[in-house]
Nanobody
Framework: QVQLVESGGGSVQAGGSLRLSCAVFGYTYSPYCMGWFRQALGKEREGVAGINMNGGINYVDSVKGRFTISKDNAKNTLYLQMNNLKPEDTAMYYC??????????????????WGQGTQVTVSP
């Protein structure tokens, strides 16, 4: 059973940076698609960035140019480098994965493996 464990959240001031990590355990076959999602208080969970097995990447418009998703296959770890953070980036961030091979969009319902989340707080 695939397990995802996030780390790297914290509190920073606007303009600062954080790097989130997601360690992947317990899989026989690598997930086809992995992504980062976030959920702010009182809001729906939204996709932030996704990456498929072939290296294809997509981002939500609000983070383009500021966030970078990457993965280290040797370390079985997914990353999200977040630069120029804004207060509106404050949320619980989740790592997620799925195995369907026909798409890798940031559609929450496609993802069926989730980590426990790591909090990111950005102060003005």
């Amino acid at each position: 059973q695939v397990q995802l464990v996030e780390s790297g959240g914290g509190s920073v001031q606007a303009g600062g940076s954080l790097r989130l990590s997601c360690a992947v355990f317990g899989y026989t076959y690598s997930p086809y698609c992995m992504g980062w999602f976030r959920q702010a208080l009182g809001k729906e969970r939204e996709g932030v960035a996704g990456i498929n097995m072939n290296g294809g990447i997509n981002y939500v418009d609000s983070v383009k140019g500021r966030f970078t998703i990457s993965k280290d296959n040797a370390k079985n770890t997914l990353y999200l480098q977040m630069n120029n953070l804004k207060p509106e980036d404050t949320a619980m961030y989740y790592c997620a994965a799925h195995y369907r091979r026909d798409r890798c969009f940031l559609w929450t319902n496609d993802f069926n493996r989730w980590g426990q989340g790591t909090q990111v707080t950005v102060s003005p």
